[in-house]
């Protein structure tokens, strides 16, 4: 395996004092890894060095047509004060399924865990030790020649930082708004929704600024050639408990396979529930919804944990779940994930990845 160089920082930074108050994704710690691909000679040149600006030409193609990857995952300070990932090596896969639909050179799965432990390790003080804020990691590759021809890069780079982080929603487990978005589509069969790209998010800032017009937090994408069947949200995968049956929609190619989704379905499945991934549509919500048999809403992601959905409108139809509070599935799900990725609970399904 590749040797990964390490420069620490000369001025490092203080670290916040208020972890109460992180938010998500603003404050990052003092070194990054960084390597270069170039064709020809893969890739090379594994380092950590002090955080800070990089430099690009302006003509990067990262920068004109898209070609970029990303990750998101966490490191978790346990009681006992060690540190932990959660099932890293899932992310690295996926990003290599993202890289092969934009046609970015394959990394290596178990090299990029070994680098990001080195990096968290480093950076074990930025871990925060309070309960619900972690260190947000995000993995990261962008094509870097200077061209504006429209191709495949023959440069890129593939990048790591760490932010550490409280709650991606403000409203942290109480219950968010969601909106159905009727007249936009976030992703097709065939084109990149299953990926991490950022074209993905950039097609849904629409969507989400007409939902922050009518005071709701967040979309929820229907399939984007009948618009009627339930994809996503923005930034989670989304759970319905109709009866006591716990729904999720398959996955069909438009939406990402979320890691604490395939996480929710095996807690799900281990306590006997009946879990089933299939098309859902929007239509049918509605109607178990007026006919009582829709219990839970609730959105899975690593940013967002669990959140559960008080409210969720469609055209005229404003749905309210289980009274505007988390329902008993979610909060159970919710309470055994964080217990593994904090260590309060005993780690039966091999999910951790302890780094120091
Ligand atoms: N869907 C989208 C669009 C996302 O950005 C995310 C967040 O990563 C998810 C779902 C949830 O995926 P995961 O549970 O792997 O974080
Ligand atoms: C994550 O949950 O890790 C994500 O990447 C969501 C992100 C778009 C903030």
Known sequence: MAEI?????????????????????????????????????????????????????????????????FEGLKAYRTSDGKIQLFRPQENFKRLNVSNERLVIPEIDVDFAVKALKELVEIEADWVPHTDGASLYIRPYIIAVDPFLGVRPGDKYLFMIILSPSGAYYSSGLNPVSIYVEQNYVRAVKGGMGFTKTGGNYAASLIGQNEAHKQNYSQVLWL??????????????????????????PSLQGSILSGITRKSVIELCNSWGLKVSERRISIDEIAEVYKNGMLKEVFGTGTAAVISPVGHLKWNDMVMEINDNKIGEISQRVYDTLTGIQYGKLEDTHGWITPVC
């Open 223 to 248: 399939d984007g050639v009948e618009r009627k069947y339930i994809e996503e949200v923005g930034a989670m995968n989304i759970f319905f408990v109709i009866g006591d049956e716990v729904v999720t």
């Open 5 to 69: 160089r390490i420069e620490l920082t000369k001025n490092p930074k203080a670290k916040p004092a208020d972890e109460s108050n992180l938010g998500f994704g603003k404050i990052f710690t003092d070194h990054m890894f960084i390597m270069d691909y170039d064709t020809g000679m893969g890739w090379h040149d594994a380092r950590i060095v002090p955080y800070g600006n990089i430099e690009l030409s302006p003509a990067a193609m990262c920068l004109h047509y898209g070609q970029e990857v």
